[in-house]
């Protein structure tokens, strides 16, 4: 008996040529510039993401998890861990995330389709949240962090210009959040990167508490998000491989039919003279 079904990603009717890549690359292109441009000019209060700060560090000392001022005071002393910590916060996030969906669309198309769109979806409510909810992180409390990145790198301010950087969006983490949709892709998707899959988001757990850019608390909320995002997406995104959005599909169309028409006119024609 044949199987119809279109579960597998090389049934499902997304393109992989030259010409889909360039747009997927100017969807997520646009996609980014509308996070970081709507990220951006969403700054809350100064005061109010301070005060707000400084709630999240009330909460976790409740709950015994304040770790920040102490991984600080673990690394501070060394030029190799600083550097370490400033490296995986800058190096493997985007960097990784762009390999990873470019490479997932030359080689396993719903792979990337779930991460795009878990991305989109997590990067959407991570919006919001940022809206409502402004907080200040570690590093811009006056409570004994350093800036690590600043302090010690240039290199952050390339992948992320100032003017596109809300300051007070320390709650949730998408840098562990995000990472944790590629450890997630990667482990299903290659497996001699299976190691990597599973360290890559731990280390960057510890990267952003330890770079005073993040509390701890933040990496759980941002790992939530992403799942959610990825539970999401999972439901849609069969739907939306099988359906891709295609602006043109109509014009394509009516020539289509009109030439189809013609050649059943035709046809007609020929079987009239026949007779």
């Excluded at 969906?101 to 990067?123: K, Q, T």
């Excluded at 959610?228 to 359906?243: D, E, M, S, V």
Aim: some cysteine; glycine content about 8%.
């Amino acid at each position: 008996m044949q199987d119809n079904s279109n579960t597998a990603g090389q049934d499902l009717p997304v393109g992989r040529g030259w010409s889909e890549l360039l747009k997927q690359v100017l969807l997520v292109g646009c996609a980014m510039l509308f996070y970081f441009g709507v990220r951006g000019v969403t700054e809350g209060s100064a005061d109010i993401a301070i005060e707000n700060g400084l709630r999240v560090l009330a909460f976790e000392e409740r709950f015994s998890i304040d770790v920040e001022l102490a991984l600080q005071d673990l690394i501070e002393d060394s030029r190799f861990l600083l550097t370490l910590a400033n490296w995986t916060y800058i190096w493997l996030h985007w960097p990784v995330i762009i390999i990873t969906l470019v490479m997932l669309h030359r080689r396993e198309r719903v792979e990337y389709l779930l991460l795009r769109n878990a991305m989109f979806i997590s990067g959407g409510i991570g919006l919001f949240i940022f809206m409502a909810f402004p907080v200040a992180p570690p590093r811009l409390l006056d409570a004994g962090f350093i800036d690590t990145v600043t302090e010690y790198s240039t290199s952050y301010r390339v992948f992320q210009p100032p003017g596109l950087v809300n300051k007070y969006a320390a709650v949730p983490s998408l840098h562990v959040g995000w990472n944790l949709l590629i450890g997630i892709a990667l482990y299903r998707t290659v497996p001699a990167m299976r190691v990597f899959a599973i360290l890559g988001p731990l280390a960057m757990s510890i990267a952003v508490v330890a770079t005073g850019n993040h509390y701890v608390i933040d990496g759980f909320i941002g790992a939530a998000l992403a799942l959610l995002g990825l539970a999401i997406a999972t439901r849609i995104t069969p739907t939306l491989a099988q359906h891709p959005f295609d602006p043109f599909r109509e014009a394509r169309k009516e020539p289509a039919e009109a030439n189809s028409d013609h050649v059943k006119e035709s046809s007609r024609g020929r079987r009239r003279l026949l007779r």
